[in-house]
């Protein structure tokens, strides 16, 4: 009896070489701490000692079984995570899903094999055995890179909780216990002793499990973007009522100001002493920063340039600003808040950075090129900044939390039909907004 089960189950060196397989697929999905050339040669010194283990190991005796499967996974475990620059428990998620969809390839490549040779005798020669392998395997490996691959960019940002992983571990242990029932049990309600029947359990039961799995992946998905759009919504919010604070605040000081000019002039009548007449000379001087707003045609733009620069004036910070204010007007003005907001705040967090005052320097220019308005912000920055998918690596130690400005410039140009390019260079950090008009 356990001969003829053994001979219903793929081998051991096939079942590894599927793990390896959709492992190495969901290396290319995520960040990789290696080039593709490296990283190909890795996948394949890994995949042939691995293979080659599971060959050496293999026996039809099942009590070995238990042993066998956990240093196999273990192996390749390892060789993800070689290659993969995540951390260790996000790695075993991933596995996860690999796991799950090698288990159904390996099920549905040896049933249509085991109808093919002992059901329609077709003959089982090398010449036809090894294109159907490869176009199983190659079929599903294409699939399942299709549906996953879409979002590329997710799987490398996805924060991976450990109460993911359970979830993912005990439904991908549960289909795999219901799939495997009849190798153990032939006399219960979920198994059978009949080849045919064994053969559908287990492709159906590998099926749903691979349904169930991006089911629960996509689920993950959308709860994440919920919560991202929201943080986003929140931050564009924060940015318009800061803006709000930033205008009422600069319209009360700089009315003070003009007022505290004509008393200063007033004095300055009386004063009969040149120590006296300086004191109030360094008084005004003190206080012409506060004349110094912008006026660049665009209101929430004045606002916000003379609020960082208020702010960071004492830090050393120099803001140059060459703006045609009024080709923004077409934007909404939350829009402008959130875009501007975003662009100059994270400028000036990153100068703050460098230790040397006079290289605290940002560029800001508004204009229109050949029917394209395009937004110009560069700064510069201490070292090199890490990119991925197109957008800065926050520096900040939660990543999950973090980021939701470059994102929001992204998602603002994105919405007028425009874009937005981020990119570092000389120890200088640009993003470039072009917007169709």
Known sequence: MLHEMYSISPPGYMITLAYLLFGGLFVWLNRRRYGPVRTILTQAVWLAAIVSLAILIESPDRRLYLVRFLLILSMVYLSMYSLMRVPALKCLYFQLYAFT?????????????????????????????????????????????????RFRDYNRELEVRRKDVLQAAGLALLVFLAANASNYFSETPFSSADPGQIFMIRTLMNLTGVVSMYLLYTARRDADTRLQAEHMQMLMQQMYENYRVNRSSIEMVSQKYHDLKHQIAWLREGIDTQEKRDSLDRLEEDLSAFEAQADTGCEVL??????????????????????????????????????????????????????DRGRRLINLTVEMRRNFLVISCENCCEGTRRMEGGLPVTTKGDASEHGYGTKSISEIAARYGGSAQFSASDDWFTVKIAIPR
């Open 302 to 355: 004045d606002t916000l340039l003379t609020s960082a620069r208020l702010s960071s004036q004492k830090d050393g910070v120099q803001i140059t600003c060459i703006a045609d204010g009024a080709q923004l007007a077409f934007m909404d003005p939350m829009d402008q808040a959130s875009l501007l907001g975003n662009l100059l705040d994270n400028a000036v967090e990153a100068v703050l950075q460098i230790p």
């Open 101 to 149: 969809l090698a288990e159904f390839t390996t099920a549905l490549e040896w049933h249509l094999y085991y109808f093919g040779t002992r059901v329609k005798h077709v003959p089982d020669i090398l010449p036809i055995r090894i294109p159907f392998f490869v176009g199983v395997y190659g079929s599903v490996l294409l699939i399942a890179a299709f549906f996953y691959g």
